[in-house]
């Protein structure tokens, strides 16, 4: 069993910055994690992924260039760093445990642990 915990979303102006973190509790060893978000009246959208190594990252093309990820291992937390946020990155974000180990998936059907979500809100 895993569990999830995000903080440090927030309300920031266009063009501002937040971190997130995602810290997790059991088995995460050899797994990727990732980030997704929701919008209201959206379907939840993949954001970004990254292996347990750190060497494999993916982007969704909306936030490449603004958004990096990364892990601390030994601190089992997960971070997303978001810069240039824009209104529309208003949303829930969650952090997810890969389902397989080895996978880096960009689709929510990949992961099997969720975090409860923390809301980002950019105003313009």
């Known amino acids: 069993q895993v569990q999830l915990v995000e903080s440090g979303g927030g309300l920031v102006q266009a063009g501002g910055f937040l971190r997130l973190s995602c810290a997790a509790s059991?088995?995460?060893?050899?797994?990727?994690m990732g980030w997704f978000r929701q919008a209201p009246g959206k379907e939840r959208e993949f954001v970004a992924a990254i292996s347990w190594g750190g060497g494999r990252t993916s982007f969704a093309d909306s936030v490449k260039g603004r958004f990096t990820i990364s892990r601390d291992n030994a601190k089992s937390t997960v971070y997303l760093q978001m810069n240039s946020l824009k209104p529309e990155d208003t949303a829930v974000y969650y952090c997810?445990?890969?389902?397989?180990?080895?996978?880096?998936?960009?689709?929510?059907?990949?992961?099997?642990?969720w975090g409860q979500g923390t809301q980002v809100t950019v105003s313009s």
């Open positions: 059991g088995r995460t060893f050899a797994y990727a």
């Open positions: 997810a445990h890969a389902a397989e180990i080895s996978e880096l998936p960009i689709s929510a059907g990949g992961y099997k642990y």
